[in-house]
């Protein structure tokens, strides 16, 4: 992997869907944001599975097990039922878990679409 990009995304799902993130500045912010996945930047001497896990445990409350390599700076995790059940929602924070045909309708992240368009599959 390269290591001139420490940044990486992970696609987590949960019985054939995708969760996706929207952050915005507060109820009356006008502007629209895309649906993006949880990204981590790896510090000195850390893996990007590890930089992922501590993010995804920092932005949604969860600690997830068995990261997968997917492609570059993409990776993978199956979420639990007991994950699910412990999200925790941020302020200004948007979490939902969208089916394949609803991403369509999504205002996505180019990361994101360029990820669904590549490795769909993985969301079954």
């Known amino acids: 992997m390269d290591n001139k ?6 696609l ?14 507060g109820y009356t912010d006008k ?3 895309p649906w993006c996945f949880i990204e981590g930047v790896k510090e000195e001497r850390e893996s990007y599975e590890h930089a992922l896990i501590r993010k995804v445990e920092r ?6 097990e068995n990261v ?12 639990t039922d007991d994950n699910v059940n412990k999200i925790e929602r941020k302020e200004n924070q948007l979490l939902d878990f969208f089916s394949p045909k609803e991403l369509n309708n999504l205002f996505l992240s180019e990361p ?3 990820f669904i368009y590549k490795h769909g599959s993985l969301i079954q």
């Open 68 to 79: 997968e390599f997917v492609s570059k700076s993409c990776y993978h995790a199956r979420l």
């Open 5 to 10: 990009n420490p940044r990486s995304s992970i």
């Open 31 to 33: 502007e629209d944001y």
């Open 112 to 114: 994101v679409q360029e």
């Open 12 to 25: 987590l799902t949960y019985k054939g869907k995708v969760l996706l993130m929207r952050k915005n500045n």
């Open 59 to 64: 932005e949604i409350g969860i600690k997830i």
